[in-house]
């Protein structure tokens, strides 16, 4: 690699990174404003989705959210992925003012995003939907013949849904290899760690067993999560994939970061200003 | 991929190449799902955008779909729950999806998945699809109460935006098939897996209106939905015998039906009988006739008919176990002409 390649790669990382630790905070100030949001489970996911949406990994236009060209990405983790409203806002999927409104009412941002917020595909909210339906989505596309890839963003927790194992098993055997899953595996849910609860023990084995391709990654490690993303999209090789990011729930705050009951815990005001230096 | 034929079922005589072409009716009776599949086996050869998935369930016409048309049919497999999120994923990429499984299996089994994934998100989404329920009532007659379904009508009627259709024979459900294709949102027909006499011998019902007067000219009206039409067109016939008039609507759209032209009909009786293959009293036609009656300010009395009590394992003949329930052919006549003989003493 020459010199003037690794510029580009360092200042393209230092971007990410740089993204990533902006929609921390924002998600931070969205939370501060709304309590009633999901603030543990939005933090493990925000490396995920700077990846997927700063990363070049998906293809999307902010004017035309359901553009036929775009790649479909399937936010199944509901109330997890509040850190999409500062990164959809800052794209131009909908007025930043929206950030200021969330939960409130005439706003469009909810405590659960729906599809009525432009870049959201489908409903959830209630879990383990969004693997099911972006399968359907990956057989209508592979019927049509295109070429457009299919994300799908879960939790760990929310796997526990029987329904996302028969989309498992149905995607394998369609050879669906656009279909792309991602697992925040913050490995907590809402009271208590998973593997205390109904234990995914070597998920990345399971999910070979079902005839998936499967990876993992450092999920807040950005650039990481970057290239594992662009390494399974461009493997279309007749079988599904999946990119469990191990990642920490609370990320970021402390007496939240991978506390049993963190997902239901909301940060004191005055630690949320004092973690981004806006104490009054 | 080679497709083995399905074999030769006992429920169907559906004589391949008997059934429907377009709106042409035949007088013989065939199963209802045979009738419904004909005309969505002709459609997908010329609409590349409609889809079928199942859940393991198979008819005769459907070996012909799948032979035929293998790039746009998908057995999920006995997983009711992905059959559902299959076919909204489906149906957000533009495809016309008709789901086809076993009726209480595709209503219950997996009624969150038909909640969010084509109730809510139809609200947002343009998608057709089209669940095809067979098996309605006590259909499956020696099977037992887990495939005999008389909760169905109840659990769909709760979602706001689901079209639900009964029909009572072959033509009437063949003919549904235009509405379903040609409308957008979320939509339930609820098929009898048994041959029905044929109700409608020279043309199907007028869809617009979601219900059709059989009998006319008494002062009391039997309302009945899918396999209960039957029932109540012998009570009526056999109350006239005795010299009693009763009135007869087949009641098939559940949901769009002309409210407007039902207020007009249903206004000059004095009684009103609803005739349901389901539980009596637990949010079913019964329930949609009260809501209406009371929103319309009917002033008819009103009896309903539908299964007493609860879960039963006995097993016999259709009949039989209708009799046992209080929707028999005798148990409804004795209801019935007491009810005739309170209301107009």
């Not at chain 2, 349901?276 to 329930?287: S, T, V, Y």
């Amino acid at each position: 690699m020459s010199s003037e390649d690794e510029l580009i790669r360092d200042s393209e990382a230092s971007r990410l990174c740089d993204k990533a630790q902006w929609v921390w905070r924002e998600t931070l100030r969205v939370h501060r404003r709304a309590p009633e949001t999901r603030l543990a489970s939005s933090l493990s996911a925000v490396e995920i989705f700077v990846a997927l949406y700063y990363g070049g990994v998906l293809r999307f236009d902010p004017a035309e959210p359901l553009a036929a060209e775009r790649d479909r990405c399937i936010i199944s983790k509901g109330h997890g992925s509040i850190c999409m409203y500062p990164i959809l806002a800052d794209l131009g999927f909908f007025p930043r003012i929206e950030l200021e409104r969330v939960c409130q009412a005439g706003g469009i941002l909810g405590g659960i995003p729906d599809p009525v917020i432009p870049g959201y595909e489908t409903v959830n909210g209630s879990l383990g939907h969004g693997l099911g339906v972006a399968t359907g989505i990956a057989l209508g596309l592979k019927g049509r013949r295109s070429d457009r890839s299919v994300f799908v963003v879960t939790g760990d927790g929310e796997l526990h849904e029987g329904a996302n194992w028969e989309a498992i098993m149905f995607a394998s055997h369609h050879q669906l290899d656009r279909l792309n899953l991602v697992v925040d595996n913050n490995g907590v849910s809402m009271l208590g760690h998973t593997d205390d609860i109904v234990a995914h023990d070597s998920l990345p084995d399971r999910l070979q067993a079902f005839g998936w391709e499967c990876h993992e990654v450092d999920g807040h490690d950005v650039v990481s999560v970057r290239e594992a993303l662009l390494a399974m999209k461009a493997q279309v090789a007749g079988k599904p994939k999946a990119l469990i990011a191990h990642t920490r729930k609370g990320n970021g705050v402390p007496g939240l970061e991978d506390e049993d009951l963190c997902h239901v815990m909301n940060p004191k005001p005055e630690l949320i200003d004092r973690l981004l230096g806006e104490e009054s | 991929m080679t497709v083995k034929t399905f074999a030769s079922d006992p429920s169907s005589t559906g004589g391949r190449g008997e059934v429907m072409s377009g709106q042409t009716v035949t007088p013989r009776p065939i199963a209802m799902r045979d009738a419904f599949l004909e005309r969505v086996w002709r459609a997908m050869a010329d609409d590349g955008d409609i889809y079928f998935t199942c859940a393991d369930f198979g008819s005769p016409v459907l070996d012909r779909i799948r032979g035929q048309f293998p790039d746009r049919f998908a057995n999920v497999g006995i997983a009711e729950q992905n059959l559902i999120n299959v076919s909204a994923g489906l149906a957000v990429e533009g495809f016309k999806v008709f789901a086809y499984a076993i009726a209480p299996f595709i209503t219950m089994r997996c009624f969150e998945q038909i909640r969010v994934n084509l109730a809510l998100l139809s609200k947002v989404r343009p998608i057709n699809v089209n669940l095809i329920g067979v098996g309605a009532g006590y259909s499956y007659v020696v099977s037992g109460p887990t495939h005999q379904c008389y909760e169905d009508l109840t659990v769909m009627r709760a979602l706001p935006n689901v079209a639900i259709y009964s029909p009572a024979d072959h033509v009437t459900a063949a003919a549904l098939f235009d509405p379903c294709l040609a409308n957008p949102g979320a939509k339930y027909l609820r098929l009898d897996a048994q041959v029905l006499p044929v109700v409608y011998r020279s043309q199907p019902p007028d869809l617009a209106h979601g219900f059709n007067v059989l009998r006319a000219g008494g002062r009391v009206c039997l309302i009945a939905t899918g396999f209960m039409v039957h029932t109540a067109l012998k009570v009526a016939e056999q109350l006239a015998q005795a010299g009693i008039t009763v009135d007869v609507i087949d009641f098939f759209d559940l949901s769009g039906f002309d409210a407007a032209g039902l207020r007009r009909q249903l206004t000059p009786y004095a009684g009103l009988v609803s005739l349901e293959e389901g539980f009596r009293g637990r949010g079913g036609l019964d329930a949609l006739l009260f809501d209406f009656s009371a929103r319309h300010r009917l002033q008819a009395r009103m009896l309903n008919l539908g299964v007493e009590g609860d879960y039963r394992f006995e097993l016999g003949t259709r009949d039989q176990l209708h009799e046992q329930v209080g929707i028999g052919l005798n148990a409804a006549l004795r209801s019935v002409r007491e009810f005739v003989q309170a209301v107009e003493p």
